[in-house]
């Protein structure tokens, strides 16, 4: 049945009139009722003519909704959410007759909100009966609008308490903990998202197979082409006591786990840990070092012996190692790639470092400077046969030179590194969550990792730390990220649960607003989930019931 917009336009002005001070009624369901009996009392099958007609037409509807003018209640400001089907269902069930066959003519008698749900209970004026229409469908027992966004702030990274402060001061109704608890558990959404975070992982593991370089080279195509996660394993305090152990009892996990989808590990690169290299190279793998790990106490380890008092100077400490200590750790990096994957030539280039500040070149790479006519050297020049002894037993001493058949492929866990920083956004370090709940999480990230960790750039900065004006960066702008994740976690967790329980239907034998898809409209005597506690109480105040 299709109604002219234009009976909207006299709207506006009738419904201030039910807004001034001393109205004794409910201002918002006044206010609806006037607007329902304006529409349902005009004449039908009117036509826009032309375009003209058309966008006035528009123009009007939008005029119908009011202008604020801030001497209003404040519960007329209450937000709900509805779905496209349910409002499509309103808009046909308004427009039918009810029993007593008079013209639709129904009002408003109640508004309650459901969480984010509004629940509307409509009333003949001639027969006074009466009929429930809800913002949104049912599924498994609960709201579906109030699952959807308990899965949507749930995947955007947000704090449960951070969702409730942004829900209770918009005005749009709120889910308590648990409500949310409710649906992590009871309608399986966390074995929903642990499940599809499986499946992301198997496709990780798909693409490295994929591969023509992965028979050949196995765990490194990982790292250094696909970038993916492939597995991971997390223990709580109650599980693994000791935290210094922890990262080793994970390892134990998480190799076999890998092993196990078919592929080939012939390298594991990680920080230093004694425990992991001994276990690594019990299952005839290779061990590296991450080099950032390896070099990062290098200028520590060297202040000794290039600073102190005036006192032991040239005894203790030598004033032609004062500028050796930050451009030591530079020279083991530059040897660790260009070693050649030899432990020996390692150590050996680690050695020559101290002959370069003596000036001899000899054993100096051909593409260096000090290789170039007219090089002038940037550093003090070592003389002092004290200073020359002392830098080079701190060079021994180097973590890089002990370890050098675990330094010597100059390995790096950079991108491990930066699906920890990601990580923060699902996991903050300043927030204890359940076990249940931090796997979720972890989970979640793996997932926007998977998805979004290499995706291309559409161009480049340079830029410059003012704190390190001798360190340039290039700064790579990505495209947008895509969250297709979050669309297969909510397919899978409604296709699960529409498996175990249908979507509730109305009650044959109950008196129902009959509507073209049977889709929007509820009995009134239903009787909702006590997690939604959140409710709107018919005189406009906002009730908000304990958590039991």
């Known amino acids: 049945m299709q109604r002219d917009y234009l009976a909207f336009v006299p709207l506006f002005e009738a419904a201030k009139q039910l807004l001034a001070p001393g109205c004794k009624r409910n201002a918002t369901i006044s206010v609806l009722n006037?607007?329902?009996?304006?529409?349902?009392?005009?004449?039908?099958?009117?036509?826009?003519?032309?375009?003209?007609?058309?966008?006035?037409?528009?123009?009007?509807?939008?005029?119908?909704?009011?202008?604020?003018?801030?001497?209003?209640?404040?519960?007329?400001?209450?937000?709900?959410?509805?779905?496209?089907?349910t409002f499509k269902s309103l808009c046909s069930g308004l427009v039918q007759q009810c029993g007593c066959l008079s013209n639709p003519s129904w009002t408003i008698a109640s508004f309650i909100k459901k969480g984010h749900v509004a629940r509307v209970q409509f009333v003949c004026p001639h027969c006074k009966q009466s009929r429930v229409w809800a913002?949104?469908?049912?599924?498994?027992?609960?709201?579906?609008?109030?699952?959807?966004?308990?899965?949507?702030?749930?995947?955007?990274?947000?704090?449960?308490?951070?969702?409730?402060?942004f829900a209770l001061f918009a005005g749009m109704g709120v889910v308590k903990h648990k409500y949310i608890s409710s649906v992590y558990l009871n309608q399986l959404y966390q074995q929903v998202v642990t499940d599809v975070?499986?499946?992301?992982?198997?496709?990780?593991?798909?693409?490295?197979k994929e591969s023509p370089h992965h028979a050949k080279s196995g765990e490194r195509i990982v790292h250094f082409s696909t970038h993916r996660i492939v597995g991971i394993s997390t223990l709580s305090r109650q599980q693994h006591r000791v935290a210094q152990t922890r990262e080793v009892a994970c390892t134990k996990i998480v190799l076999p786990q890998v092993i196990a989808r078919g592929l080939n590990i012939t390298e594991v690169a990680h920080d230093?840990?004694?425990?992991?290299?001994?276990?690594?190279?019990?299952?005839?793998?290779?061990?590296s070092y991450d080099t950032w790990h390896g070099t990062k106490n290098v200028a520590k380890q060297l202040r000794h012996i290039c600073a102190g008092t005036v006192r032991t100077r040239d005894r203790t400490w030598f004033t032609e190692l004062s500028d050796k200590a930050r451009c030591t750790k530079v020279h083991l990096y530059w040897c660790m790639r260009n070693c050649g994957g030899n432990p020996v030539r390692l150590r050996a280039m680690i050695m020559n470092i101290s002959k370069h500040f003596q000036g001899d070149h000899q054993?100096?790479?051909?593409?260096?400077?000090?290789?170039?006519?007219?090089?002038?050297?940037?550093?003090?020049?070592?003389?002092?046969?004290?200073?020359?002894?002392?830098?080079?037993?701190?060079?021994?001493?180097?973590?890089?030179?002990?370890?050098?058949?675990?330094?010597?492929?100059?390995?790096d866990t950079y991108w491990v590194e930066s699906f920890n920083h990601q990580l923060l956004t699902y996991l903050p370090k300043r927030i204890h969550f359940h076990t249940k709940t931090f796997e979720m999480r972890m989970n979640l990230a793996v997932m926007d990792w998977n998805e979004n960790c290499q995706r291309m750039a559409t161009s480049h900065h340079e830029y410059t730390d003012v704190r390190r004006p001798d360190?340039?960066?290039?700064?790579?702008v990505l495209v947008k990220k895509t969250y297709r994740f979050v669309n297969n976690i909510w397919s899978m967790y409604v296709l699960r649960n529409i498996t175990s329980q249908q979507i509730l239907q109305d009650d044959e034998d109950d008196d129902e607003?009959?509507?073209?898809?049977?889709?929007?409209?509820?009995?009134?005597?239903?009787?909702?989930?006590?997690?939604?506690?959140?409710?709107?109480?018919?005189?406009g105040g906002d009730d908000e019931e304990e958590d039991n």
């Open 471 to 476: 360190h340039h960066s290039t700064y790579n």
């Open 363 to 411: 054993s100096c790479s051909s593409e260096s400077p000090c290789q170039q006519p007219g090089y002038v050297p940037k550093r003090k020049p070592l003389t002092m046969p004290a200073a020359i002894s002392a830098y080079e037993a701190a060079l021994r001493k180097t973590l890089i030179y002990k370890n050098a058949d675990s330094c010597h492929l100059c390995r």
């Open 34 to 85: 006037t607007l329902l009996d304006r529409v349902l009392t005009q004449p039908e099958n009117v036509q826009a003519s032309n375009s003209r007609t058309s966008y006035s037409r528009n123009e009007m509807m939008l005029d119908s909704a009011g202008i604020y003018t801030g001497d209003e209640d404040a519960s007329d400001q209450d937000l709900f959410v509805v779905e496209r089907k």
């Open 513 to 539: 607003m009959v509507l073209p898809d049977d889709a929007a409209m509820y009995d009134g005597d239903y009787v909702d989930s006590e997690d939604d506690d959140y409710v709107c109480s018919e005189d």
């Open 272 to 287: 230093y840990q004694a425990t992991i290299k001994l276990y690594v190279r019990q299952l005839g793998m290779v061990n």
């Open 197 to 208: 975070a499986e499946e992301s992982m198997k496709a990780a593991v798909e693409r490295v």
């Open 135 to 165: 913002s949104s469908r049912v599924l498994s027992g609960h709201y579906l609008a109030n699952q959807k966004l308990v899965h949507a702030f749930t995947c955007a990274g947000m704090l449960p308490r951070q969702y409730m402060n």
